[in-house]
């Protein structure tokens, strides 16, 4: 926080000095983290998950048929003022349940209140309008910037004891709001869809809805609010400022179960610094090329229990992020106390995923018992210079992936960077900053996956390497590639049963210190277990190996001596 008062200039003039001197302090705080004698081996299973569980919401008997309200389940009649009504109603005489009966209701956007449970009948749809001048253009929080979009189509904004309950369906129209490419749809349906109108890009290659939608995707940082902006500005891209499904700031004890929620325009779920959120149950849906169609976006949250519910989404499935760059840290509110249980992914980007905006940092998080099939990566951590942010205290625990399209475990500190494919001896370290991010303290453990590009890549920042990582019994098949590792360091590997395609090496390290394999198994038939790479790879330990691994089955690239691995 002094940090921030420091930066804005509110103290007297001799803040200036004591700006330098906190900066300073950051730095070697930074510093002094990066170095901390916590090592992996330490690392252990939270005993007591008390301070994960949310607090859940509370209501009242009370039920207010959206019916009595004039609502008409015609599929034609919008029924916006008819919901939101029994919604206001609802939460003025102290809460309840708002009911949507069998039957099929257009709406426009709805506003949850206080005490509201919104209650979804079996063989409801809500269906949102694809009529964008329902959705007014609104200042909001977007990708973790502040920015303008259009209104979603469920929100709520400090509201407290609210849900979505049931086991309707609803559906945010997001197909008349996506663009879409044409590799990612097969020929049949790419033909159909130009010809229902809309636009091309001038390569042919991207449809869009419209001409404001494609002016949007020309404008550089469209939607993003910067000062002296008004919200009219942005009126000339309105249609490609897609809102997410649902949209709940600053709320308190929420409730989603049973619902099954689909075709979102951008994300579909996204609790934006939000306290005791469960989610219970719920199913998912977006089409693989749903451009941003995520799947949950916990930002910035305190207390969540996501359980029992299935994902398959265009973009990251699950997803943790707490802000971006220094708009993140100047929010300063991480997303903590989390926990994921027997939750299955299907396609998406990624199926557990922390970041990329991750500035306000992430910490205390479990994982258990989850399945991903088919999603391009299993679990995901990206980040990138310029977020900051600490991710720590995140364990795992049972993970059995399948037809995972690249990484099934990947930790990359480059994301999206132009520089992402620089060789490992051309990296070159930056200053240690608050902008600098870290990754450390994950516990992965009784993980397997059957078919990947990748088993694991790690890919730290040479000023700052991954760190403090456990993983025990992984077990690792039918991937192409095993293990690549760079910038990391006081990494444990227990149990690490690895059988890729490639075997000329099996594992590729480079730029790492403090490597423990203990208890490994790879291939009889493997050419080479291990190469090893960088000037500053050091203090690598290979024990209890199957087969016993011989030193020529070790590659030492030029500059690295045998030394620095040991065999047992």
């Known amino acids: 926080m002094l940090y921030w008062i420091v930066r804005d200039g509110i103290l007297p003039p001799w803040g200036k000095r004591v700006k330098i001197i906190y900066r300073r302090m950051w730095m070697l705080w930074i510093c002094i983290s990066a170095l901390s004698v916590a090592r992996a081996q330490e690392l252990s299973w939270p005993k007591d998950l008390s301070a994960y569980r949310p607090e859940a919401p509370v209501f009242r008997a009370d039920t207010f048929d959206i019916r009595h309200y004039g609502a008409k389940p015609d599929g034609h009649t919008l029924n916006t003022k008819a919901i939101q009504s029994a919604i206001d109603a609802c939460s003025a005489a102290g809460g309840g349940v708002v009911r949507i009966p069998e039957g099929f209701w257009l709406t426009g956007p709805i506003v949850m209140k206080s005490g509201v449970n919104l209650y979804l009948q079996a063989g409801a749809l809500l269906q949102f309008s694809r009529d964008f001048n329902q959705y007014p253009l609104v200042k909001t929080n977007y990708e ?183 708009e993140g840290r100047r929010r300063g509110m991480p997303t903590q106390y989390v926990l994921v249980r027997n939750c299955v992914v299907y396609h998406a980007h990624g199926g557990f995923v922390i970041g990329s905006e991750m500035s306000g940092g992430v910490h205390d998080v479990v994982v258990q018992h989850c399945t991903f099939i088919g999603s391009d990566n299993g679990l995901r951590f990206k980040t990138t210079r310029g977020r900051g942010g600490v991710v720590e205290n995140i364990f795992i625990d049972g993970v059995v992936m399948e037809n995972i399209v690249h990484d099934a475990i990947l930790f990359d500190m480059y994301y999206m960077a132009t520089n992402a494919a620089e060789p490992i001896g051309q990296v070159k370290p930056e200053a240690v900053t608050e902008a600098t991010p870290v990754f450390r303290r994950f516990l992965i453990r009784n993980v397997t996956c059957r078919g990947a590009q990748r088993g694991i890549y790690i890919r730290g920042l040479p000023e700052m390497p991954v760190q403090q990582l456990k993983l025990e019994n992984i077990t690792i098949t039918e991937a192409r590639e095993g293990l690549i590792c760079s910038y990391a360091r006081d990494l444990v590997f227990q149990r690490l049963h690895i059988f890729p395609l490639r075997t000329n090496p099996v594992m590729d390290l480079a730029q790492v210190q403090q490597v423990v394999f203990d208890t490994l198994s790879y291939a009889s038939d493997a050419r080479s277990l291990l190469r090893v790479e960088g000037a500053e790879t050091k203090d690598i330990r290979i024990s209890q190996a199957s087969p016993a691994p011989l030193h020529h089955m070790i590659q030492y690239a030029a500059g690295v001596s045998p030394a620095v691995v040991e065999l047992q």
């Open 144 to 326: 973790g910037l502040v920015a303008v979009r259009c209104q979603s189509p469920i929100s709520a904004e400090g509201a407290e004891n609210i849900a979505i309950t049931g086991s309707g369906i609803i559906d945010g129209g997001g197909d008349a709001w996506r663009m879409v490419k044409k590799g990612k749809m097969p020929p049949d349906a790419w033909k159909q869809l130009i010809g229902s109108g809309g636009v091309l890009s001038a390569d042919g290659n991207t449809w869009y809805p419209s001409e404001k939608s494609l002016l949007g995707a020309q404008t550089p940082d469209a939607g993003v609010w910067k000062p002296g902006m008004k919200i009219s500005d942005f009126a000339r891209i309105k249609d490609f400022l897609r809102p997410n499904l649902l949209k709940f700031t600053s709320c308190k004890k929420i409730l989603l179960q049973g619902v099954s929620f689909r075709n979102s325009p951008a994300w579909c779920l996204h609790p934006l610094m939000c306290t005791d959120l469960t989610v219970s149950g719920i199913t998912v849906y977006n089409p693989e090329y749903a451009q941003n169609g995520d799947g949950i976006d916990v930002e910035s949250c305190t207390r969540v229990l996501i359980e029992n519910s299935q994902f398959a989404t265009g973009d990251d499935g699950i997803c943790l992020k707490s802000g971006r760059n220094e």
